[in-house]
């Protein structure tokens, strides 16, 4: 699976979107990006996924660059309880889907 | 919330003793995950399976063993606990092997001392 460069840690006003950059430049054509998120010590949550095009869900927008080799979450109206870890991973199909997590962004949500 | 319950929760165990995790879903999801998470490393895999007593090795898997007998169950055992091991375990499923999402357990935190 390629590997993923993230910002160990990053900002964002209550209310304000949040935008957390990933790069993947040795993502190949097969391969997905995938975000979690993990708040405190619960478990890893999926947020969203996309292969080429740019996604949205109930969670978050997902952006990914013509070339797939950046993306970037944007989640629109942060909240404190946005505060968490934000992993970005790509990934292809191999035995076991298994996700490689790397050091993900710290996201923190300021009043 | 997709159904997937880790057991015990805590647990605190001394060195040599063997130590047992279990989850447990019921989502009747095909594949079931082990993950290991201690600070400075992220979450590492340790063994997966992709069918009832079918599985794999996954990134540090030394000291751990795994079985599947039935699709709701994957246990993840350490024959011999090692200070090494303790660390927060968590469990995960998928129901397929691409293009979908996995969701992960409430995590076990496990002491060896």
């Known amino acids: 699976d390629a590997k993923t460069t993230q910002p160990p840690s990053m900002d964002c006003a209550e209310g304000r979107a949040a935008n957390l950059p990933c790069n993947h430049s040795t993502i190949s054509g097969n391969e997905y990006v995938y975000w979690y998120r993990q708040i405190h010590s619960q478990g890893p949550q999926y947020i969203i996924h996309?292969?080429?095009n740019n996604e949205t869900n109930e969670m978050a927008s997902l952006i990914i660059t013509e070339d797939r080799k950046s993306s970037t979450l944007i989640l629109p109206h942060a909240t404190l309880r946005d505060t968490a870890v934000y992993y970005c991973?790509?990934?292809?199909?191999?035995?076991?889907?298994?996700?490689?997590f790397g050091g993900g962004t710290r996201l923190m949500v300021k009043p | 919330d997709a159904g997937i319950t880790q057991s015990p929760r805590h647990k605190v165990t001394e060195t040599g003793t063997p130590v047992t995790l279990r989850c447990h879903q019921t989502e009747n999801h095909r594949y079931m995950y082990w993950y290991r998470q201690d600070p400075g490393h992220g979450l590492r895999l340790i063994h997966y399976s992709y069918g009832v007593k079918d599985t794999d090795k996954g990134e540090v898997s030394d000291g751990y063993s795994v079985s599947r007998s039935k699709t709701e169950d994957f246990l993840l055992t350490l024959e011999s606990a090692t200070s090494s091991q303790t660390s927060v375990y968590f469990c995960a499923i998928s129901a397929t092997a691409e293009n979908t999402e996995a969701f992960f357990g409430q995590g076990t935190r496990l002491t060896v001392v």
């Open positions: 991973i790509v990934h292809s199909y191999n035995a076991g889907n298994m996700l490689t």
């Open positions: 996309g292969l080429k």
